[in-house]
Nanobody, 124 residues
Framework: QVQLVESGGGLVQAGGFLRLSCAAS????????MGWFRQAPGKEREFVAAILWSGRSTHYADFVKGRFTISRDTAMNTGYLQVNSLKPEDTAVYYC?????????????????WGQGTQVTVSS
């Protein structure tokens, strides 16, 4: 099993930035990919970004390209999502997820482990 704990969310003004963290514990050697998803009130959870845990291959949803950057520190067993130029429509609970097998990055059901989420609120 892998446990994931997100942190770093908060309230920021439009144009601001945050750095979200996802600390992994447990059988972290089984992680193949780590992803970030978000869920706004009344909407489905959607893919934001993903990274190959053992390499540097990254994937992003079209709506965040150029504003968000995903990274990871395998020595610290921690993933990160740098979110810049935030917009009010980025307001959501942000979740990190990890999986033990590769697959389509944006497929929510392919991820085995999920954190509890961290709230990001962007004011206009």
């Amino acid at each position: 099993q892998v446990q994931l704990v997100e942190s770093g969310g908060g309230l920021v003004q439009a144009g601001g930035f945050l750095r979200l963290s996802c600390a992994a514990s447990g059988r972290t050697s089984s992680i193949v990919d780590m992803g970030w998803f978000r869920q706004a009130p009344g909407k489905e959870r959607e893919f934001v970004a993903a990274i190959l845990w053992s390499g540097r291959s990254t994937h992003y949803a079209d709506f965040v390209k150029g504003r968000f950057t995903i990274s990871r520190d395998t020595a610290m067993n921690t993933g990160y999502l740098q979110v810049n130029s935030l917009k009010p429509e980025d307001t959501a609970v942000y979740y990190c997820a990890a999986r033990r097998m590769g697959g389509i990055f944006y497929t929510r059901t392919s991820y085995d482990f999920w954190g509890q989420g961290t709230q990001v609120t962007v004011s206009s």
